[in-house]
């Protein structure tokens, strides 16, 4: 296979500047000696970044008989030169999403040059997402790369942006929106106990985050006031000074959080039947029994919101041996997690605001 060499260019004093490498072979030593090489390409006012790219590859391939590897591909840019503009700005679940969605990018065109991006094969490979993938990372793939190919032309990389007229497919996959009936949430608190029962009770009268519920801590609570502060967050065991919506810079009416009697009852309950140390002010109100660090999500979805599904809704005969679940298969069985939960709160108290508020006009 023939070794291959990309070079640089730089702008400097107005002029394209194109550098290269050269090895020689110290005869005394035997050994090879890199000596850098520079010349002035041309005006940048008389051609494009891309325009001495190609001056450069012609020489590299003139002088040193080498293929210069001119074929910047979009995983190299996105790697090298898109992702250190952009990732310092992303939360950790943001960095999680985009990560697997580049990839997914990545996959189809990571070898493919930037220069030689096609629109049409770009067009028809988001309408073929379109069928295997969710709406929402059709439209994000979508964005990220037009933002990519953008930053291309910034960058002086490419003269045009192959990506800026994909548009979003006609048809894209239902996206199946479950909520929960009343009865249904019942039947769910009805199936939990201790901790899980006031965990329900809150998700179920407030539709909190999973990062905002087990980021509470028992100097949040304010049992007088019927309220919860919420200030912080929890993201796979690490604790953030901020929410998805708020920070402590925050207006304080929008870190607060009105509870009913029923679950400022259920969270005193909680903290009496707690050992003393895991009922201080700076302890987590949902915390584990170890060392009383805070519930992981996934850990309590897996553990004890599911089992809890398969008791409310198929009195605990799951299809696993066990009998303790950690998915209910019957067909009755509705979907639940908190994006379910979160998505029931809102439908309901938007069909009790429709109910309780006069007729427009």
């Known amino acids: 296979m023939a070794?291959?060499?990309?070079?640089?260019?730089?702008?400097?004093?107005?002029?394209?500047?194109?550098?290269?490498?050269?090895?020689?072979?110290?005869?005394?030593?035997?050994?090879?000696?890199?000596?850098?090489?520079?010349?002035?390409?041309?005006?940048?006012?008389?051609?494009?970044?891309?325009?001495?790219?190609?001056?450069?590859?012609?020489?590299?391939?003139?002088?040193l008989h080498l293929r210069a590897d001119s074929r910047t591909t979009l995983e190299w840019f996105i790697e090298?030169?898109?992702?250190?503009?952009?990732?310092?700005?992303?939360?950790?679940?943001?960095?999680?999403?985009?990560?697997?969605?580049?990839?997914?990018?990545?996959?189809?065109?990571?070898?493919?040059?930037?220069?030689?991006?096609?629109?049409?094969?770009?067009?028809?490979?988001?309408?073929?997402?379109?069928?295997?993938?969710?709406?929402?990372a059709v439209r994000h793939i979508r964005i990220l790369l037009k933002s990519i190919y953008a930053e291309a032309v910034e960058q002086d990389y490419v003269r045009k942006n192959p990506a800026r007229l994909l548009r979003v497919p006609a048809t894209l996959r239902p996206v199946r929106k479950d909520i929960l009936t009343t009865e249904q949430m019942k039947k769910l608190l009805g199936a939990a106990q201790g901790m899980d029962y006031a965990i329900l009770l809150l998700l179920l009268t407030t539709g909190l985050r999973p990062s905002e519920l087990f980021g509470i801590r028992w100097k949040s609570f304010d049992a007088e006031k019927k309220l919860l502060h919420i200030v912080e967050s929890v993201y796979r065991g690490a604790e953030r000074m901020f929410t998805k919506t708020t920070d402590q810079n925050s207006r304080q009416e929008l870190q607060i959080v009105y509870l009913h009697d029923a679950v400022v009852n259920a969270l005193q309950e909680l903290r009496s039947s707690l050992p003393e140390w895991r009922a201080t002010p700076e302890m987590h109100i949902f915390s584990n029994e170890m060392n009383g660090g805070p519930l992981w999500k996934e850990n309590w979805v897996h553990r004890n919101l599911n089992p809890i599904v398969c008791r409310a809704f198929h009195d605990g005969k799951c299809s696993e041996k066990n009998g303790t679940s950690t998915k209910c298969r019957g067909k009755d069985v509705p979907k639940v997690n908190f994006q379910v939960i979160r998505r029931s709160v809102a439908s309901h108290t938007q069909g009790l605001l429709r109910r309780a508020l006069p007729p427009h006009g």
């Not at 070794?3 to 050994?31: E, M, P």
């Not at 030169?81 to 990571?110: A, M």
Request: a positive charge; proline letters at 3%.
């Open 80 to 136: 090298q030169r898109w992702k250190p503009l952009r990732e310092s700005g992303w939360r950790p679940s943001t960095k999680s999403v985009n990560e697997y969605l580049l990839k997914i990018i990545t996959e189809r065109f990571g070898n493919t040059a930037l220069e030689q991006a096609d629109p049409v094969a770009m067009q028809l490979w988001v309408d073929g997402l379109s069928k295997t993938r969710s709406a929402s």
């Open 3 to 63: 070794k291959t060499q990309h070079g640089t260019v730089l702008k400097k004093s107005g002029s394209w500047v194109g550098r290269y490498s050269r090895w020689s072979l110290d005869n005394a030593t035997g050994i090879k000696q890199r000596l850098q090489k520079s010349f002035v390409i041309g005006r940048v006012d008389a051609m494009t970044k891309v325009e001495a790219r190609r001056v450069l590859r012609v020489r590299i391939e003139e002088e």
